[in-house]
């Protein structure tokens, strides 16, 4: 693998640092939420938090002795909708799994965490590229059992070129001489240098690529602090709620990489998978008929987003519904779109070697 930046140098280094106690991490955790916009208005939520919703519980749901701790580290997009459905249904309850919930801002602390043992698995919207990376890194560490975006062809957003409304900008052509705002991590930065030179710029030359929280974009285009953004949903959904910014371009990333495109996952770690092959199965089931609830009832769920994500109750009308793809769902189209962002991580040199995204998909065998 090429070299990487230092903060992805550090991603890996922290891999190995496994003695982290469990009140460090939830502690890490509230650290890294106490950031942004998202944070503001999210933080009834505590970062320890079991799935609950009383209306939902049973006198069949196990005792809370008796149910199976596990820990989920997520990031608060629209991606991770099915996450928000199963919490809010009481579905891991109902499963026997009590879960203990860490909110990240950055995408590749969801991957950091997993590597480095403090949780279990990456409910979906963890980092489809990070994971691919990671597994790079350390063969045999990951398996996705969902995947998560939008798409052209299907009609569902996953992300967006953000500008002013009154900006002249209309594409990513329009961006030399400006500066792009983008989320932070090795994931989406590649993903825009890879689309700017698609559109003839050198990301290095001919504009300024800036990492930045989820929850500071819509901000930073208003503020002027940045031209534009390329933004994952719910960011587009607010900046046109509100008036104060619009998608110059919809779809963006399926427009010059794969359509649908997912750059989120679900992802266990393969240790997990190996000493609680039973707990696993119940946490896929239970993404599996959340994801199915989502996709069938997604009107009926939008009043949570603005527990989980940084949409107002008022904006919740105005989201744009996810392509949501369970482990029962994911078909050659969808590993085909997977492989599609691993190609360009290695075309822009921070995978150095070649993958095949079939070999990162959980196999039904691996359950049994």
């Known amino acids: 693998m090429h070299d990487l930046e230092s903060n992805d140098r550090e991603f890996f280094r922290r891999k190995i640092s496994r003695n982290w106690s469990r009140r460090r991490f939830v502690k890490y955790s509230s650290i890294t939420v106490g950031t942004g916009l998202l944070t503001a208005c999210t933080n009834q939520l505590s970062s320890t938090t079991s799935s609950s919703n009383s209306s939902t519980s049973t006198t069949a749901t196990p005792s809370a002795s008796k149910k199976e701790k596990v820990i989920a580290s997520w990031l608060p997009i629209m991606q991770t909708t099915a996450y928000y459905v199963a919490l809010e249904e009481g579905l891991f309850e109902k499963a026997g799994i009590k879960i203990e919930s860490a909110k990240f801002e950055n995408p590749n602390q969801i991957i950091d965490s997993l590597v480095s043992g403090r949780a279990d698995f990456g409910p979906p919207g963890a980092a489809a590229g990070i994971t691919v990376l990671a597994e790079a890194k350390a063969p045999g560490t990951f398996k996705v059992f969902g995947l998560q ?220």
């Open 149 to 368: 975006g939008g798409g052209i062809k299907s009609n569902f957003i996953n992300d967006g070129l953000i500008v002013k409304p009154d900006s002249p900008i209309q594409s990513f052509k329009d961006l030399k001489g400006k500066k792009i705002g983008t989320l932070p991590g090795i994931q989406w930065r590649t993903i825009t240098q890879y689309i700017l030179r698609r559109n003839g710029l050198d990301p290095d030359k001919d504009l300024t690529v800036e990492q930045m929280a989820v929850g500071l974009h819509v901000t930073s285009v208003v503020s002027g602090a940045v031209d534009a953004t390329l933004s994952l949903e719910p960011v587009g959904s607010i900046a046109l709620s509100t008036g104060q910014a619009k998608r110059a371009m919809t779809n963006p990333v399926a427009m010059f990489i794969s359509d649908p495109f997912y750059s989120g996952a679900a992802v266990f770690t393969a240790k997990f998978l190996k000493e609680r092959p039973a707990v696993a199965k119940k946490v896929i089931q239970v993404i599996d008929e959340a994801t199915k609830m989502a996709n069938q009832n997604f009107d009926k769920y939008r009043p949570i987003l603005a527990k989980y994500t940084a949409i107002k109750p008022d904006q919740v009308k105005y989201v744009a519904q996810p392509r949501l793809r369970s482990f029962s769902d994911l078909d050659r189209a969808d590993i085909n779109s997977y492989q599609a962002l691993i190609d360009v991580l290695q075309k822009e040199g921070v995978l150095g070697q070649s993958m095949k995204a079939q070999n990162l998909i959980l196999e039904k065998a691996q359950l049994a």
